[in-house]
């Protein structure tokens, strides 16, 4: 009983950030269509006069109504909100360690694999030799091990 | 925002931490595993029979599923248990002089903190149960 009565209370706030949004899109666009209106068009009557001069703008504001509350009910699975922010660190980290080049400074730093700092900065000086052929000049870059 | 409430993100910035951390070199040794091989102790290749490569490969797998399941917060507890006692013998081989030593020692026990405390209340499964996460 406490749980239904605590949702009921929660949707009383998502509504009305839903129909505030709709209506701030139908101000922008010049409408006349007043809260209660707009209140009746959300029952199901929204998109039964595509005659009418605000129709488009009906359109736009029951789509904005509709993915409003798709976005807050998802936030009310807050693990849900929780787990894919939990796979969005993951896939940066997969991305920064992609982003690292595969010759150069070797596993140097920190971690369960990692090497040590001396080795590193060891790996990571390079020699470069450069020759010009036929005004095309080439850079040989060698990692030193 | 009281700092109550505050400390019931502690265990949520720890788990994401450490999921960013294991994520990091686990994608790594899959992407460039040649890259890891030389990092590999002896000891670790006649003990299990595979050779360097494998025994990256195979790390690299490891840390990336536990990784994700830390990320969704999936059997932190066991998974955070498992991690600690593997980074507790890389950074041991490394021992506590060397700097990479002391730091994946580090790691180690930050990931048996997350074990001591299990499932956050973000976590999807199990259940939290500890008292710290109902407030």
Redesign the interface.
Known sequence: MRGKSCSAVREIPSQTSSLSAAMALTTIHGSSIGQDQLQDRSRGNLLTDPNSPSSHTDRVAFLLLQVTNGIINIMKQ???M??I???V??G???W???M?E?MGA??G?????????STQSMASSSVQTSSTNGGISITIETPAR | MNSQKLSSYAP?VL??TL???????G???L??PE??T???PDWAITTSGFDALMI?KM?GVF?VVA??L????IAVRYVSVLLFL??LV?GGN?GVT???GI??LG?SFATLALALFGQDK???YPKATNDAVSQ
């Open positions: 807050n693990k849900i929780f787990a922010l939990g796979l660190v993951f940066l980290a997969v920064a360690a992609s690292r595969p070797g596993p730093g920190a971690g369960p694999m990692g090497n040590s700092s | 949520l788990r994401f999921v960013a951390v294991y994520a990091w070199f994608s790594s040794q992407m460039n890259m890891w030389r990092v590999v990256i790390n840390e990784s994700i830390l990320a969704l917060g593997h980074l890389i490394f060397n700097p990479t730091r994946d790691l973000w976590s999807l």
